[in-house]
């Protein structure tokens, strides 16, 4: 009688298991894992980034808008300022009077006031093309902002950054004259003669971009007209207050 050995289960397992894979196709399924596990990293970080860069834009937009604009407004401002200024300065240094009275025959006792129009025609165009100038040679700014306050609050005292911005003029540098009237005191009026002068400017800066409008005015002439002082009531009755006439020149109904 014949006996048949059979291996037990535990040592086929043991066998099966011993048995190794080629070493080429083990580095090159490595190499694969490796690839895609520093792919995913890779989607990763670029995920996080992103989205640290879109957290940070949407803190620091308002704060770098606001600061970005003021500084625009007033270096703007400031050029324009400085070209209406010039342009006053030498118009004050030629002599030239911009107003000139007439006084009318005695009996009217009216002074009348005459501008000067092609005068102040040629100050207007002057003032318009200094301020283009001083906006064209704008430069770029470097303007403070507290961008680790903004990130992070208030309770974290950093230095503030310097952010790059450029000013560019839009257009051209608009003007106009107008004439203001105020009343003042008793029969008084003063008359200002204005030049004021507008132009847009647009802002670029990291996450700023749009146009700014800026103006400044300055006093071309003053004028003052003063009048007989009228009368006043009180308790005595109706007086005149103006010394050098009886009469008032202001009609008043008396109370009965």
Not at 116 to 127: G, K, P, S, T, V
Not at 129 to 138: F, I, K, Q, S
Not at 190 to 213: G, I, M, Y
């Amino acid at each position: 009688m014949t006996t048949r050995f059979r291996p037990r289960r535990s040592r086929r397992l043991f066998l099966s298991q011993t048995r190794r894979k080629p070493v080429g196709k083990v580095s090159a399924s490595r190499a694969v894992r490796t690839r895609w596990s520093w792919r995913f990293s890779l989607v990763i970080v670029l995920a996080v980034l992103l989205g640290l860069a879109g957290l940070a834009g949407v803190r620091l937009q308002p704060v770098l808008a606001t600061v970005a604009t003021a500084e625009a407004r007033r270096v703007a401002t400031d050029a324009l300022g400085e070209a209406l200024s010039a342009e006053l300065v030498a118009e004050t240094d030629s002599g030239q009077s911009l107003v000139s009275f007439t006084v009318a025959p005695k009996p009217s006792g009216l002074t009348l006031a005459q501008f000067h129009l092609h005068r102040i025609a040629i100050i207007q165009q002057q003032a318009v093309e200094a301020a283009r100038h001083n906006l064209l040679a704008l430069k770029r700014e470097r303007v403070p902002v507290p961008v680790g306050s903004s990130l992070l609050g208030s309770l974290v005292p950093m230095a503030p950054v310097e952010i790059p911005m450029r000013i560019s003029l839009l257009g051209t540098v608009h003007s106009a004259v107008f004439l203001d009237l105020q009343t003042t005191g008793l029969n008084q009026a003063v008359h200002v003669l204005n030049l004021e002068l507008t132009a847009e400017v647009h802002v670029l800066a990291p996450f700023v971009s749009h146009p700014v409008t800026v103006s400044s005015r300055v006093p071309l002439a003053i004028l003052v007209f003063s009048g007989p002082v009228p009368g006043a009531y009180s308790s005595s009755g109706w007086q005149s207050l103006w010394p050098y006439s009886p009469k008032s020149s202001t009609k008043f109904s008396q109370p009965g």
